[in-house]
């Protein structure tokens, strides 16, 4: 299994309500839950404001998340 490291982007597999794709999460920590658990702290790439936490186990799951690569300023 693939660690979840800081700086990945993952999107939510499943398409918005209106069929657009669903928005890039940005990893920006990594930490052990009083539970046990790993999470991920992570913000939307385009509201950097927007933040939520998730289980590490949650982002590699091929069936809600995908993993993404961040765009290179060369080809934009």
């Given at each position: 299994?693939?660690?979840?490291?800081?700086?990945?982007?993952?999107?939510?597999?499943a398409?918005t309500?209106?069929?657009?794709?669903a928005?890039?999460?940005?990893?920006?920590?990594?930490?052990?839950?009083?539970?046990?658990?790993?999470?991920?702290?992570?913000?939307?790439a385009s509201?950097?404001?927007?933040?939520?936490?998730?289980?590490?186990?949650?982002?590699?799951d091929?069936?809600?998340?995908?993993?993404?690569?961040?765009?290179?300023?060369?080809?934009?």
């Open positions: 299994m693939n660690k979840v490291i800081a700086g990945q982007r993952f999107r939510d597999v398409p309500v209106f069929g657009h794709p928005p890039e999460w940005v990893i920006a920590e990594v930490f052990t839950g009083t539970d046990g658990i790993r999470y991920a702290r992570v913000y939307s509201s950097p404001h927007n933040l939520k936490t998730l289980s590490t186990a949650i982002l590699r091929k069936r809600r998340f995908v993993q993404v690569q961040a765009k290179s300023l060369d080809s934009v």
